[in-house]
């Protein structure tokens, strides 16, 4: 039987959609996930890359979402699929070409995610000097947990996060020592790309990537000081 498009559109629909930390939805849409490269100096030096005073933003579509718990699949058909453990910011109001003192008020929450990058499929893309949206935009490629209010957080560039598998601590980030503060990233990011309310900016990356294999047991945790805000417990499975 042929399937329709808005029967294709209703299977995305139900694969993923915005969720407070209790688990309860959130009513907004399902839109895009703003990036920024290289914002911890330890990541830029663990993977030799080369830097330039202008940020490094990229886009991953709104197919990329995915809960991140009790599991999320990842391709294996492309070599190495590896973890890039991030703060998530969702944004509950237009932005467009806003100061930083305009930031704040539309932030509806803070979360984790995974930048999932095909690692190889990015390093033969750099080698023929040609895009890599490919590596990081695929189907699944951004694996989110739920999002803790704002009210929550008094001091969001305060907040600690790390990622252990299989027991192992793998990445610790300190979002004090991102080269480019929250609120600057999404101002500056707005001045390029209008962020709408459903939108999902990722923050970077620290020291600690590396490749994630089916059946991985991962941990994921948020602080802010000796509180624990998220505490996510999931498992690595294969793409059909």
Not at 40 to 54: F, G, N, R, V
Not at 99 to 127: C, F, H, N, P
Not at 138 to 150: E, K, N, R
Request: proline share 7%.
């Amino acid at each position: 039987m042929k399937t329709t498009n808005n029967e294709v559109g209703m299977t995305y629909q139900h694969q993923y959609q915005h969720q407070d930390w209790q688990g309860k939805p959130i009513h907004l849409p399902t839109a895009k996930v703003v990036c920024i490269g290289q914002n911890y100096l330890d990541h830029i030096q663990e993977m030799h890359s080369k830097t330039a005073p202008e940020a490094l933003f990229f886009i991953k579509p709104a197919t990329a979402l995915r809960p991140l718990a009790p599991e999320f699949a990842i391709p294996t058909q492309h070599g190495a699929v590896h973890n890039e453990t991030e703060i998530a910011v969702l944004i509950q109001k237009p932005l467009s070409k806003v100061t930083e003192d305009e930031v704040m008020d539309a932030i509806w929450g803070y979360s984790l995610a995974l930048d999932l990058t095909l690692r190889d499929v990015q390093a033969q893309l750099k080698q023929l000097g040609r895009p890599w949206e490919i590596a990081k935009g695929f189907d699944g490629a951004c694996p989110l947990a739920g999002f803790v209010p704002a009210a929550n957080i008094k001091a969001p560039q305060q907040l600690t996060f790390s990622l252990a598998v299989n027991g192992e601590n793998r990445q610790q980030g300190d979002a004090g020592l991102m080269i480019r503060g929250i609120n600057r990233m999404i101002s500056e990011m707005s001045q390029w790309f209008s962020l709408q309310p459903g939108d999902v900016v990722l923050t970077g990356t620290p020291a600690g990537v590396g490749p994630l294999l089916a059946g991985d047991k991962l941990q994921l945790k948020l602080q802010s000081g000796s509180d624990l805000l998220l505490d996510v417990q999931t498992s690595v499975s294969i793409q059909p």
